[in-house]
């Protein structure tokens, strides 16, 4: 079995924001930006669904020489989208996953972004991030035995976010 290409998060971000990608990061590399304390080898965004925004990510996948796992087609119509819960792409600078409605959420990136926040990353990348409470929902929703642990983790630091806004009078 080959070895997994090497994860780049910053050249995965930085071809869909050259690309003016609308998408939310998610997952487990958006709970580590929010401060939980995991590892990830890969990436996941829920885009917006519409249709031009869709062809503004096949263009950042075609960029980064994107194929789909699954070895099918890499086509991003609303047909595919709409039928499939989680497309998952494999490229020189890593995996990412494509998911159009997150468990947890309606309407998935509509309904993540009016609590998502653009986060500073380094070299000049700002993404927009799911919120924690977004994050932990989401997580809750998937309802992993195996994420019990995390899903603790994000509601302590939902908790502690909240501490620190009223400490801060917002």
């Given at each position: 079995?080959?070895?997994?290409?090497?994860?780049?998060?910053?050249?995965?971000?930085?071809?869909?924001?050259?690309?003016?990608?609308?998408?939310?990061?998610?997952?487990?590399?958006?709970?580590?930006?929010?401060?939980?304390?995991?590892?990830?080898?890969?990436?996941?965004?829920?885009?917006?669904?519409?249709?031009?925004?869709?062809?503004?990510?096949e263009?950042?996948?075609?960029?980064?020489?994107?194929?789909?796992?699954?070895?099918?087609?890499?086509?991003l119509?609303?047909?595919?989208?709409?039928?499939?819960?989680?497309i998952?792409?494999?490229?020189?600078?890593?995996?990412?996953?494509?998911?159009?409605?997150?468990?947890g959420?309606?309407?998935?990136y509509?309904?993540?972004?009016?609590?998502?926040?653009?986060?500073?990353?380094?070299?000049?990348?700002?993404?927009?991030v799911?919120?924690?409470?977004?994050?932990?929902?989401?997580?809750?929703a998937?309802?992993?035995?195996?994420?019990?642990?995390?899903?603790?983790?994000?509601?302590?630091?939902?908790?502690?976010?909240?501490?620190?806004?009223?400490?801060?009078?917002?």
């Open positions: 079995m080959a070895a997994p290409p090497p994860f780049d998060p910053y050249a995965l971000l930085a071809a869909l924001e050259r690309r003016r990608v609308a998408y939310i990061v998610i997952g487990a590399f958006a709970r580590i930006i929010r401060g939980a304390d995991e590892l990830t080898d890969g990436l996941d965004i829920a885009p917006s669904l519409r249709s031009e925004n869709l062809g503004r990510l263009a950042a996948l075609a960029d980064l020489g994107a194929e789909r796992t699954d070895g099918r087609t890499l086509a119509d609303e047909a595919t989208i709409a039928a499939e819960p989680l998952r792409v494999r490229s020189p600078q890593g995996e990412l996953g494509i998911v159009p409605e997150p468990a959420t309606r309407r998935g509509d309904d993540l972004r009016r609590a998502a926040t653009r986060e500073h990353l380094g070299r000049g990348l700002r993404p927009t799911a919120s924690t409470a977004d994050l932990a929902r989401m997580l809750a998937l309802g992993d035995e195996a994420d019990v642990p995390k899903l603790q983790a994000m509601r302590q630091l939902v908790e502690l976010e909240l501490d620190l806004g009223h400490e801060l009078g917002l």
